[in-house]
């Protein structure tokens, strides 16, 4: 038995006609794709793909890269040559691996690569750069000025650790990579990562403690 609605439907072509038309298939913007889409979409030639990538990844890379050689420009240029070659080697990239870690190694390398041409960052002595009453640092201080100098007693006590476990002390505790994530970025075991790891926070604490010992005028050993 038809019902009401059935009663009153039109029938035949008429019915076709009526049909509420169903909504257009919404088109995914690239900035909405995942990683391995966006690399398909730019070995095609589709700009706007990995300019997606780029905005995805450009900040953070910068901010590791900036950890790493503690000039925030050259993190910048670093930054685009990074980019530039992964563009370049976008058809050797294997779609099935995670695209965030491959980024981060190339610019990773290339910034490693920058401070052994070069020896390091500046490598003045603790005591050179104690200067005239400077103060041990509260990490809890909510004055601006003294977590910039926070910042910066992080940043001179990461130039004092040898560059293999500086980048991983970086990735790791700084930037919050998982050690699987670190070990893909530096091309090493994760049990290895997990080792340097240890060892960096151990040498972090004792030129951490002795810097700051230095800055409270005392002579004693830290460590």
Do not use: C
């Not at 002595?125 to 041990?136: D, F, Q, V, W, Y």
């Not at 293999?164 to 919050?176: A, F, K, N, W």
């Amino acid at each position: 038995m038809r019902n009401s609605t059935d009663r009153d439907a039109p029938e035949g072509p008429a019915r076709e006609v009526l049909r509420p038309a169903e909504p257009p298939a919404r088109e995914s913007r690239p900035e909405e794709a995942g990683d391995a889409r966006l690399v398909e979409l730019a070995r095609d030639g589709d700009d706007d793909a990995f300019a997606a990538l780029v905005v995805r990844y450009e900040r953070k890379l910068i901010r590791v890269l900036a950890r790493l050689v503690q000039d925030e420009e050259l993190a910048r240029d670093l930054a685009q040559e990074t980019f530039w070659k992964v563009y370049h080697r976008l058809d050797r990239f294997d779609t099935s691996r995670r695209f965030g870690p491959w980024l981060f190694r190339v610019g990773v390398n290339l910034g490693l690569d920058l401070l052994r041409r070069h020896d390091g960052p500046s490598a003045a002595s603790l005591e050179g750069t104690k200067g005239p009453g400077r103060k041990a640092i509260d990490p809890a201080a909510a004055d601006p000025r003294l977590r910039e100098e926070l910042a910066q007693e992080v940043h001179f006590v990461l130039e004092r650790l040898p560059l293999p476990y500086r980048t991983i002390l970086v990735l790791r505790d700084l930037e919050g990579f998982s050690s699987a994530e670190v070990a893909a970025i530096v091309g090493r075991r994760e049990a290895t990562v997990r080792w340097r790891l240890a060892r960096a926070r151990e040498m972090f604490r004792q030129h951490w403690e002795r810097r700051q010992a230095l800055g409270r005028g005392e002579t004693r050993h830290v460590g």
